[in-house]
């Protein structure tokens, strides 16, 4: 992963020997993934806007959407520009961020041919009383459904609850403020924390896991007050928590899991926070998934190649080859045989479990990395982020041939389908256009249109 110094005053990125300050204006929508268009702050945008990005008026629904209001609410007829002409001029001068320059031109023909301008979830609503805030420009796990009616984001140095059906956000955890565990033992790790700048989350069982750009962890139980556990997993300098997430064990035991900069994947008891397992690798680990049944463990990491390990011991079992740079994003197919993996070659790979010798698949994105993968939990859609402007929905059951190709503008800040897999979240970071878009599943034989 890049190496960044993070100023708590200024809240600014400055990204060593890659980017010089100068090189970046302050255009979100910009032409390139930049560290320094993702702060906490956002940045300002290309449009000039004279009204209130806070107001509830500047929110979209469904019946505005179909009657020719921009789903983000972009006031397009008052620019010099369409949309299509800022759409091609965005797709021409958009920069990928790349660790490794190495020669691209095999992956086109690699890559499947798909069949885009498919609809699988229809456009719903889209609200700027949240908005997602992003703190390391490769990490974007920042946003996650418990329902279809229940998201959870970052945004700033709050933890923010976002109802879709009353259509109302209230902060569930403030990380600026000193952060005290309340379980405290003997031999437990715990210590307080203060001014967390937050670089990866998860929800899951009505446990928050959040980690943070220094190192830290914090567990919170959703239906109680306070922090159940925080801690500092290293002290290294670079030692940013670039993943985190919530399994279970073959048992059936709960687990948190946190991947970080130093190399190292830990495991937690999800009840008590003991420190059970610490598994090291040769790079940075990126990003970390345990299968469905909690025996395997992806890892990916700054290498081209990414590892397949037993999730009990830590121990390598396999080694994925094909992607040409370092990988950031994974998501296991629910039947557990299917990996999927996103790289900043542009690509994701999907791989069977069953024969790890090379690719069954590969995806491609429009402009940038993969940078999130989210299947739904039925095994029906894979949904595919880029850094910005563009999310794929691809039908599993078609081969994943049939693609559903959501346009937008802006950093993606994450994205979620519901465990019931009827929506599908998406949390863009920009100063006046940041908010937070939800689409429905559509079922053709009882499809209804939302008349508000």
């Keep these: 992963m890049a190496q960044f110094h993070f100023n708590n005053d200024e809240l600014e990125y400055v990204v060593d020997g890659y980017y010089d300050a100068a090189d970046f204006d302050d255009d979100p929508f910009g032409e390139v993934e930049s560290p320094r268009a993702n702060n906490f702050d956002g940045v300002d945008t290309d449009f000039e806007d004279d009204f209130e990005a806070s107001n509830p008026t500047t929110d979209t629904s469904a019946l505005e959407a179909r009657n020719g209001k921009d789903i983000q609410g972009i006031p397009w007829e008052r620019l010099n520009f369409t949309r299509d002409k800022y759409r091609e001029t965005r797709l021409k001068q958009y920069k990928n961020y790349e660790n490794l320059s190495r020669p691209r031109e095999e992956i086109e023909k690699d890559c499947l041919e798909v069949e885009k301008g498919k609809t699988f979830y229809d456009f719903q609503f889209n609200t700027r009383l949240v908005k997602s805030t992003i703190v390391h420009f490769q990490l974007r796990n920042l946003l996650w459904a418990t329902s279809k009616h229940d998201v959870y984001l970052m945004q700033n140095y709050s933890l923010m609850h976002w109802s879709s059906l009353l259509r109302r956000g209230k902060e569930v955890l403030n990380v600026a403020k000193p952060i005290v565990p309340t379980i405290k033992r003997p031999g437990l790790s715990a210590l307080s924390l203060n001014r967390v700048q937050i670089s990866t989350m998860a929800v899951k069982d009505n446990l928050m896991v959040a980690g943070g ?136 790979r999907l791989w069977d479990i069953r024969n790890l010798s090379q690719s069954l698949t590969v995806l491609k994105g429009n402009m940038g990395a993969i940078r999130a993968l989210k299947f739904t939990s039925d095994g029906r859609f894979l949904a595919m982020a880029e850094p910005a402007d563009f999310v794929h929905v691809f039908d599993t059951e078609s081969g994943y041939v049939k693609c559903q190709e959501i346009d937008l503008f802006g950093e993606i800040a994450g994205i979620s389908f519901s465990p019931g897999t009827e929506s599908l979240f998406v949390g863009v970071a920009d100063r006046t256009y940041g908010s937070l878009l939800e689409f429905n599943r559509r079922h053709y034989n009882q499809y209804l249109d939302s008349m508000f």
Excluded: M
């Excluded at 190399?263 to 397992?277: G, H, T």
């Excluded at 090291?280 to 390990?309: F, H, Q, R």
């Design 213 to 348: 750009f220094h190192g830290e962890l914090i567990c919170k139980y959703l239906d109680q007050p306070g922090v159940a556990f925080c801690t500092n997993l290293t002290t290294d300098d670079n030692a940013i928590t670039n993943t985190v997430d919530v399994f279970q064990s073959p048992n059936g035991s709960k687990r948190v899991i946190a991947a970080n900069n130093d190399a190292k994947v830990r495991i937690f008891d999800a009840e008590n926070f003991s420190c059970l397992n610490r598994f090291s690798y040769d790079w940075s680990v990126n990003n970390t998934s345990v299968s469905p049944d909690g025996k395997l463990l992806a890892v990916l990491g700054d290498s081209t190649e990414c590892l397949i390990a037993d999730a009990q011991s830590g121990k390598v079992t396999g080694n994925l080859k094909g992607h040409l740079d370092y990988s950031f994003a994974s998501a296991w197919h629910p039947d557990g045989r299917i990996l999927a993996s996103g790289n900043q070659d542009t690509t994701c």
